[in-house]
T-cell receptor, first 111, second 113 residues
Framework: QKEVEQNSGPLSVPEGAIASLNCTYSDRGSQSFFWYRQYSGKSPELIMFIYSNGDKEDGRFTAQLNKASQYVSLLIRDSQPSDSATYLC???????????FGKGTMLLVSP | DAGITQSPRHKVTETGTPVTLRCHQTENHRYMYWYRQDPGHGLRLIHYSYGVKDTDKGEVSDGYSVSRSKTEDFLLTLESATSSQTSVYFCAIAHREGRETQYFGPGTRLLVL
């Protein structure tokens, strides 16, 4: 059974700080990795995807991938109260693009 | 929202009754998925479809069946609902952006009494 692990949190950061969210995965053959944001009572919203080792930046978000360590992270710079949500890490399985999700990390950004 | 709708959005039913949830997409995506989300478990795959009449089981398929008779609709059926199937159900499609990327519908909240 493929596993994706995340700290449940909550991770509390002050407004303007950098929030760092981490994820590890068990399947060394995994190739595609995703970060979703989910507000309470809403559906998951795709933020970032990353396929190659290293960093990928999109606005205030940076995804980092280290396949040797089986580790994916999401950095949120200049955190805003509106970033308060649960962040889901997902790993794509081979075959028909199914995803295995972590249980999510709750992020709280205080004004 | 990737052109995905789910119906109903909320449903209360009784144990033992059949329930069908519908996922409808307007953009001709080939791959569709059903997930359930529960506290402490996260999102778990129930069933998925890779084309009309082509479906397969996911991680938590027991007690569920699916059908896809046309590209735009993917139905999830609880043949005889149980309280353990109380959950939030999300449909997703896979959109190719270099590689397949999943987008989610708004969800259906199901309460089985």
């Amino acid at each position: 059974q493929k596993e994706v692990e995340q700290n449940s949190g909550p991770l509390s950061v002050p407004e303007g700080a950098i929030a760092s969210l981490n994820c590890t995965y068990s399947d060394r053959g995994s190739q595609s990795f995703f970060w979703y944001r989910q507000y309470s009572g809403k559906s998951p919203e795709l933020i970032m995807f990353i396929y190659s080792n290293g960093d990928k930046e999109d606005g205030r978000f940076t995804a980092q991938l280290n396949k040797a360590s089986q580790y994916v992270s999401l950095l949120i710079r200049d955190s805003q109260p509106s970033d308060s949500a649960t962040y889901l890490c997902a790993v794509m399985n081979s075959g028909y693009s199914t995803l295995t999700f972590g249980k999510g990390t709750m992020l709280l950004v205080s004004p | 929202d990737a052109g995905i709708t789910q119906s109903p959005r909320h449903k209360v039913t009784e144990t033992g009754t059949p329930v069908t949830l519908r996922c409808h997409q307007t953009e001709n995506h080939r791959y569709m998925y059903w997930y359930r989300q529960d506290p402490g478990h996260g999102l778990r795959l129930i069933h998925y479809s890779y084309g009309v009449k082509d479906t397969d089981k996911g991680e938590v398929s027991d007690g569920y069946s699916v059908s896809r008779s046309k590209t735009e609709d993917f139905l999830l059926t609880l043949e005889s609902a149980t309280s353990s199937q109380t959950s939030v159900y999300f449909c997703a499609i896979a959109h190719r952006e270099g590689r397949e990327t999943q987008y989610f519908g708004p969800g259906t909240r199901l309460l089985v009494l």
